[in-house]
Nanobody, 114 residues
Framework: QVQLVESGGGLVQPGGSLRLSCAAS????????VGWYRQAPGKERELVAT???????NYADSVKGRFTISRDNAKRTMYLQIDSLRPEDTAVYYC????????WGQGTQVTVSS
């Protein structure tokens, strides 16, 4: 079966950094576009960043210059490097793989607070 498993979330002070990981299994990872989404309390899930199979990236305006999405096809893993964290970045972060259907990870909590 297809599984996406996130890790790397936690409690961080403003200005800190985190690297989120998402490991895929049960699917040919390298040929599909993948992305990160987040959902803050009381808000809709929103797109954070995407990366195509060819490495083309796209970011939400709110995270440009601070977040970096990447992928390692050999490891079947995608990453989100988060720098200069702000309290408004607090959310559950979900990884996504878009094939014939969309697959989602279980989510990892990122909390930015002093």
């Amino acid at each position: 079966q297809v599984q996406l498993v996130e890790s790397g979330g936690g409690l961080v002070q403003p200005g800190g950094s985190l690297r989120l990981s998402c490991a895929a299994s049960g699917i040919i990872f390298s040929i599909y576009p993948v992305g990160w989404y987040r959902q803050a309390p009381g808000k809709e899930r929103e797109l954070v960043a995407t990366i195509t199979s060819g490495g083309t990236t796209n970011y939400a305006d709110s995270v440009k210059g601070r977040f970096t999405i990447s992928r390692d096809n050999a490891k079947r893993t995608m990453y989100l490097q988060i720098d200069s964290l702000r309290p408004e970045d607090t959310a559950v972060y979900y990884c996504n793989l878009r094939s014939r259907v969309n697959y989602w990870g279980q989510g990892t909590q990122v909390t930015v607070s002093s």
